[in-house]
């Protein structure tokens, strides 16, 4: 008999939220399944770890699915982490963090704690995906996607990753017969127009929020943002190697050592 | 008369922290300084920003330096944001973060608040660098590597950067005369191999602190660690466009359209 994957699942929006459910409940399908996962929402956290605090972790039951639950205190990055460290007695098969309520597509890559996970156990050697659907609602329609989570999970362990590679997977807000399918592609040159709303606090103290406008100028049609707005879901390899290698020869012709 | 470059400063350690008040120096020297800084340290902050919570500015004055500051409640890559779109009346031709107290070379570079704003900065089209000395201590010695802060920043302003690149400055913990000189490196394949301390805490619940060991397997005499164990500074460009192109091919063979 073959022995079933071990998957670890974890997210940014909490260990409640209805993107993970529908996450565990395909991943059930596919192996044996271990969930770590934030306590409370962390978006926008990038690839934030906890180095100046004590983390808490919980084992909790939420549903009456076949998974181990673990609620911890950290951030997504610090639940992978743990998970692989002390939890699991394994190097898993494969991670899966979402599925994110809202879009980490283009740039939105780098703010996101559904991708730092992602990448978080890629570099620990683990096949890993990080998948969001563009829709920002708590009861979001997940039911639309299961069925192509299920597909790239199953090619992922089947075909593993290249080193230093993870999947950043998004899928457009349609109904399932209205997605045309999936395109690899490369994470489009956009960024956020921020607009800070400013205000004055009961107390008289000026305060801001963040605000900001998504603005793409990125027209090829190989891109992420492209493959979304025309219907596919968007599959992006992402490295953690950082260098522009492409910018060495070019430095290395300043006057650095004067 | 050439008018003066406008200068952009931030860090992770805090806008008191030494190396920041060094890098103001530095800067002073060259051109209009504006400081906009965490009121408190974020160090492991990674790529966060502040989403679901409001952002204090406040100007302050910390020495009789010519910079202007402003301290704030947010993230690094909040002070970014901030600094451009409310402080400053036009776009900086430089954003300088840092003098980091511990480095941040290899991987650290995904985990580090001083490279996120460096980061933040590049993606709004400002030429940036984040610079990191190789010493935790708060009383490290950063005069000895005054001289090349100032003479990369000059290169920066002198040469720019090509679109989407930032610089990653290390500095290792030696004496001046000791430094070898400036090297253009690639980001070493290292990780950190965690180990969690596991408590109990006085009421009887277990927590964990995260510790663990840094683990370098790239043996290339091109990488920033190689350079800073060898008596370099070491630069990395780094960019923010994440793709793995190199797996787009690859990943084009598998059959995800089932």
């Given at each position: 008999?073959?022995?079933?994957?071990?998957?670890?699942?974890?997210?940014?929006?909490?260990?409640?939220?209805?993107?993970?459910?529908?996450?565990?409940?395909?991943?059930?399908?596919i192996g044996d399944v271990v969930v770590v996962a934030p306590d409370s929402p962390?978006?926008?956290?990038?690839?934030?770890?906890?180095?100046?605090s004590m983390l808490y972790l919980e084992q909790v039951t939420i549903d009456n699915g076949s998974q181990k639950e673990y609620s911890c205190s950290g951030t997504p990055a610090d639940c992978v982490k743990l998970g692989i460290s002390e939890i699991l007695d394994r190097r898993p098969d494969l991670c899966v963090s979402?599925?994110?309520?809202?879009?980490n597509s283009s740039i939105n890559?780098?703010?996101?704690?559904?991708?730092?996970?992602?990448?978080?156990?890629?570099?620990?050697?683990?096949?890993?995906?990080?998948?969001?659907?563009?829709?920002?609602?708590?009861?979001?329609?997940?039911?639309?996607?299961?069925?192509?989570?299920?597909n790239i999970a199953l090619n992922v362990l089947e075909n593993g990753l290249q080193?230093?590679?993870?999947?950043?997977?998004?899928?457009p807000k349609l109904e399932k017969e209205a997605i045309k399918g999936v395109r690899i592609c490369r994470q489009a040159k956009a960024n956020w127009v921020e607009k800070f709303d400013k205000r004055v606090s009961p107390q008289g103290k000026e305060y801001y929020w963040?605000?900001?406008?998504?603005?793409?100028?990125?027209k090829g049609d190989d891109t992420d943002e492209w493959a979304l707005e025309n219907g596919y879901v968007s599959v992006v390899p992402v490295q953690f190697d950082l260098t522009a290698h492409h910018s060495i020869a070019k430095l290395n012709?300043?006057?650095?050592n004067k």
């Open positions: 008999m073959t022995k079933k994957p071990l998957i670890l699942v974890t997210n940014d929006d909490g260990i409640t939220a209805p993107g993970i459910r529908a996450l565990i409940e395909v991943m059930n399908t962390q978006s926008g956290m990038g690839h934030a770890i906890t180095l100046d979402g599925i994110n309520h809202g879009s890559v780098i703010y996101s704690g559904t991708m730092s996970a992602a990448i978080e156990a890629g570099l620990e050697g683990v096949p890993s995906i990080g998948f969001s659907l563009l829709d920002f609602n708590w009861n979001a329609n997940f039911e639309s996607v299961k069925e192509y989570v299920k080193e230093g590679v993870v999947l950043n997977v998004n899928f963040l605000t900001g406008k998504f603005v793409n100028l990125d012709t300043w006057d650095l």
